[in-house]
């Protein structure tokens, strides 16, 4: 009996743990209906790489949603891009951060003519054409980043979300902007090459949900039969994003599991 009971408290605390946002939640609906183009509708070998001005410019024009990264400069400027070091797009060494904004404009994307961004153009340039979900990487205090960030995305007037690996960012907009649609980003993080550490593993079963209470999760769709996700889309009814697609067989077989669907490396259908 009393091994029973602790199944029951356990699976309460569970059930407790993954629970998003389920009261007040922001409206939502204006995200929805879209495909939305991975850091821009981009090519790494043409004059449009990721999460360049150019690769946005075509994701406007193609009538896509677009989902791009964000992380600050030594100079604590909000720019525009993925990885936390410089090596795979730009060939050189150290990390964002380590340079200030003026010095970034020094380096290439992909060795095309483009530029690291600012958040602040890429706003300018989407202008409300296209819905956005703008990923925050947190490669300092979440505080910090958050807060830098969000001097500029709250003066945008066009439809937006935020979305997170990092619990702690989805902390910062609960506090901070709860009217702003939050994301929890998760996947599974076990390879053949390594083991998930602790942290990834409870990010992996989305057991960080209580800190932030996410809008919507967006998953690696290769693991969308993960427990945790498909009980926060098919019980406390959250909205459910795709990562990243890649080609339309991917896509048609997600539809059923996702709500929205982020992809790269072909032309979706229009949502």
């Known amino acids: 009996m009393g091994l ?18 389920m009261f007040r939640r922001p409206d939502a609906s204006q995200l929805l209906g879209w495909h939305y183009a991975h850091r821009g509708l981009h090519d790494n ?30 100079d604590r400027m909000p720019v525009v891009f ?17 340079y200030t904004y003026k010095e970034l404009q020094g380096f290439r994307l ?10 602040e153009d890429v706003l300018q340039l989407v202008d409300g054409k296209v819905p956005l979900i703008i990923e925050i990487k947190i490669h300092e205090k979440a505080g910090v980043v958050c807060e830098m960030t969000d001097r500029l995305i ?21 506090k901070h902007r709860q009217n702003v649609v939050r994301g929890q980003l998760s996947a599974c993080f076990h390879t053949e090459e390594r083991r998930e550490r602790f942290y990834e593993a409870l990010l992996h079963y989305l057991l960080y949900n209580f800190v932030g209470k ?52 072909f032309k979706a259908e229009k949502g």
Request: hydrophobic content about 40%.
């Open 4 to 21: 029973l009971i602790a199944i029951v408290v356990i699976f309460i605390l569970y059930l407790l743990a993954i629970m998003p946002r």
């Open 45 to 74: 070998k043409g004059a449009a790489p990721e999460n360049s001005m150019a690769a946005f410019r075509k994701a406007v024009d193609a009538g896509y949603g677009i989902e791009f990264d964000v992380q600050l400069s030594k």
């Open 82 to 98: 993925h990885d936390e070091t410089l090596n795979r797009v730009c060939g050189v060494d150290g990390k964002v951060r380590d």
């Open 110 to 119: 992909c060795k095309s003519e483009e530029k690291i961004p600012l958040l």
């Open 154 to 174: 709250r003066e945008y007037k066009g439809v937006y979300c935020i979305e997170s690996f990092h619990p702690l960012a989805l902390l910062w907009y609960r």
């Open 214 to 265: 996410p809008d919507f999760i967006a998953y690696d769709h290769h693991h969308k039969n993960n427990i945790s996700r498909r009980l926060c889309r098919y019980l406390y009814r959250a909205l459910s994003v795709a990562w990243t697609i890649r080609s339309k067989e991917e896509l048609e077989n997600s539809k059923p599991d996702f709500d929205l669907f982020i992809f790269e490396g």
